[in-house]
């Protein structure tokens, strides 16, 4: 269970920040994910992959999408391959063309930002997503202007799980980093929390693969949410804040 109480801080008076991880996270961008490789096969021919095996394979990134085309042909394409480099431009091109046609914000979580907005607590995002994917994705959402910092894998030297990301996010928010509290659905953003001093939540609702589930008590967040709603509550808890039901 995450302390209700607010991490020990060296300035007592620090104001706490709420970083997300973005896809599987904050938003469930899967669906896009989903229609945009589906439509690849179709145009070629191929079998389709479930929803399922694509939707586990979003935090792995382009690559591993494309990878997925040719599954059920059990084809594992090198990352030279000139099949998997056409189809990888092919993939992104499409993707930052729609990029939100069906992705959502998950339930419960608006709701969340809008208590942190009400009560001025600063929250933002720290994704290895190319920042201009991001950009777009945040714009079509309607969360650009309400994110109060963004810092993605091409901003940094060392993405997570290095450590990094989340000092420069910190940093930028003017809050210390054991002040901020960092969520993800990755072992990579538990890692990078740990590393950066943070307290950590794992999302075990996002983009995990076959068997994962049952294993993220070993990534040794400080707390895991099974759910949207449950992180919703866990982050309420741990700034001491109550749930506005009007909002």
Request: hydrophobic letters at 45%; aromatic letters at 6%.
């Amino acid at each position: 269970m995450l302390s209700k109480s607010r991490p020990s801080v060296a300035n007592a008076d620090a104001q706490p920040a709420v970083l997300f991880d973005l896809d599987g996270t904050l938003i469930d961008t899967a669906p896009d994910f989903i229609r945009i490789i589906r439509a690849m096969c179709r145009e070629q021919g191929l079998p389709l992959p479930s929803e399922a095996l694509i939707r586990e394979q979003v935090s792995a990134g382009g690559r591993a999408m494309v990878r997925v085309m040719f599954a059920e042909q059990g084809v594992n394409l090198a990352d030279d391959d000139p099949v998997l480099v056409t189809n990888l431009q092919e993939f992104l091109q499409r993707y930052a063309a729609d990029i939100c046609v069906d992705s959502r914000v998950y339930d419960g979580l608006l709701p969340l930002l809008a208590t942190l907005d009400k009560n001025a607590i600063l929250w933002g995002i720290v994704t290895n997503k190319p920042r201009m994917l991001s950009e777009k994705l945040l714009a079509a959402i309607g969360l650009a202007e309400r994110c109060a910092v963004l810092v993605c894998a091409d901003d940094v030297a060392n993405p997570k799980p290095d450590p990094e990301p989340l000092y420069l996010a910190a940093k930028q928010l003017g809050v210390p980093p054991s002040a901020c509290l960092y969520i993800g659905d990755h072992l990579r953003d538990i890692q990078a929390g740990k590393a950066a001093h943070m307290p950590t939540i794992a999302a075990a609702y996002g983009y995990l693969l076959p068997g994962e589930r049952d294993t993220v008590s070993d990534w040794q967040a400080d707390a895991i949410a099974p759910t949207p709603q449950a992180l919703a509550q866990l982050v309420q808890d741990w700034l001491n804040i109550d749930h506005d039901d009007d909002t």
